[in-house]
């Protein structure tokens, strides 16, 4: 798995003219249960879930690292005619009472995440201990998270990130983000090793 954004630039450029990614069976079987309200795609890569969301009408903010995978993002949301924004700051996101998707590149490693902002988070195969707490606050009160990423048990598989920074201790995910509510949470040793969390942000009083 490619480790610095030169890197991952240069995979998104390689793929470029594929087709769009299916979006992870997690995430589109889940779909018609998630909240309608403003979303994040966190680490959104080319935009397969950012594509999945806006398709449902819904305001998505895909952010990234990547300037070509936001590209390539923009040219499919283009393509697909949904009304797109490209930011730089978020403080040009917040507020500005416009639908659609907002494209926002931002280097993961240093961004600093708006507080109850979002009625959905998603981030699927990215592991960044350090936003654990900023993905919490992002949240708004009754706010879902959908995480899925790989744990310690894909080194038993071909492919997948081998690099442990990557990969989650195994029974982690459980713990990760103290302040949510888990609604399900589960760990899967078929033919790759991956975690999936379905957490909401307590309502006010609960």
């Not at 305001?59 to 949904?82: C, F, K, N, P, Q």
């Not at 040793?189 to 957490?199: D, E, H, P, V």
Request: glycine share 8%; with cysteine; proline share 6%.
């Amino acid at each position: 798995m490619p480790a610095s954004v030169s890197e991952w630039d240069a995979k998104h450029r390689a793929m470029a003219e594929e087709p769009t990614p299916e979006p992870a069976s997690f995430v589109r079987e889940l779909l018609p249960l998630l909240p309608l309200g403003p979303a994040l795609d966190l680490a959104c890569g080319t935009g397969r879930h950012t594509l999945l969301l806006a398709s449902r009408h819904q305001e998505v903010t895909g952010v990234d690292s990547s300037g070509v995978a936001l590209e390539i993002l923009e040219r499919r949301a283009r393509a697909s005619h949904y009304a797109l924004t490209r930011v730089d700051l978020w403080a040009q996101i917040a507020g500005s009472g416009r639908f659609g998707i907002r494209l926002w590149r931002a280097d993961l490693e240093q961004v600093l995440l708006p507080t109850n902002a979002f009625s959905l988070i998603l981030c699927v195969n990215y592991l960044q201990r350090s936003l654990f707490p900023q993905i919490e606050n992002a949240l708004v009160r009754g706010g879902v998270l959908l995480f899925e990423t790989y744990t310690q048990a894909q080194l038993e598989f071909v492919g997948g990130p081998k690099n442990p920074a990557y990969l989650l201790e195994c029974g982690a995910l459980r713990t990760a983000f103290p302040t949510l509510r888990a609604l399900f949470c589960r760990e899967l040793r078929a033919g790759k090793g991956i975690a999936s969390l379905i957490a909401q942000r307590p309502d006010r009083g609960s």
